[in-house]
């Protein structure tokens, strides 16, 4: 399985961060798996977002919780995330991972996300 | 959130030698079911995390078997047997027993 991350590589203050997860070599529909947003940044290490079912179902980290949302598209094999009300804290390497035995096996390479007006 | 408590951060190993990086819990990992919800992953420069270890003590596919993990409830070990000019990375221990999920701060391997 391959994941891609897609979206904007600069984001203002207060506005919305969309990320898409693209998944090729397999199905975000099949499987017992949980398809999930990671984040990184030197300030506060590598940090869990949430993750969708393929049903989607989710889990958001409380942290972030009021800002964020998970959804998946299986007929577009893709699954998403808007981060809203951004802030330079949320300036990070984002990566999307599947979610196999309660933790990410498969990653995809990153894309960096700067906020900044 | 739960701790993790990486030592130490920095590792400096001679090629052929082994290393050996400690993480420790701030709260027990152990689920009901009887699973240690403890994972390690390696990390090299421009690249994602790469999974070595789950479940405590499983390697992944692939990953070669001078990569352990030990421990019990909340300490826990990575251990690499004989070090590679490949290893060279920083590694993360990481919990999903209780959510969120959390990753501990980083180990980095370098060769003296």
């Known amino acids: 399985v391959q994941l891609q991350e897609s979206g904007p590589g600069l984001v203002k203050p207060s506005e919305t961060l969309p990320l898409t997860c693209t998944v090729s070599d397999g199905s975000v529909s099949s499987g017992p798996y949980y398809w999930s947003w990671i984040r990184q940044s030197p300030g506060k290490g590598l940090e869990w977002i949430g993750y969708?079912?393929?049903?989607?179902?989710?889990n958001y980290n409380p942290s972030l919780k009021s800002r964020l949302t998970i959804s998946i598209d299986t007929s577009r094999n893709q699954f998403s995330l808007r981060l809203r009300s951004v802030t330079a804290a949320d300036t990070a390497v984002y990566y999307c991972a599947r979610i196999e035995n309660l933790a990410p096996d498969y990653w995809g390479p990153g894309t960096l996300v700067t906020v900044s007006s | 959130d739960v701790v993790l408590t990486q030592s130490p951060l920095s590792l400096p190993v001679t090629l052929g030698q082994p290393a050996s990086i400690s993480c420790r819990s701030s709260?027990?990992?152990?689920?009901?079911?009887?699973?240690?919800?403890l994972y390690w992953f390696q990390q090299r420069p421009g690249q994602p995390p790469r999974r070595l270890i789950y479940k405590l003590s499983n390697r992944d596919s692939g990953v070669p078997d001078r990569f352990s993990g030990s421990g019990s409830g909340t300490d826990f070990t990575l251990q690499i047997s004989r070090v590679e000019p490949e290893d060279v990375g920083v590694y993360y221990c990481m919990q999903s027993r209780h959510w969120p999920g959390t990753f501990g701060q980083g180990t980095r391997v370098e060769i003296k």
């Open positions: 969708i079912s393929s049903s989607g179902s989710t």
């Open positions: 709260e027990s990992l152990v689920h009901s079911d009887g699973s240690t919800y």
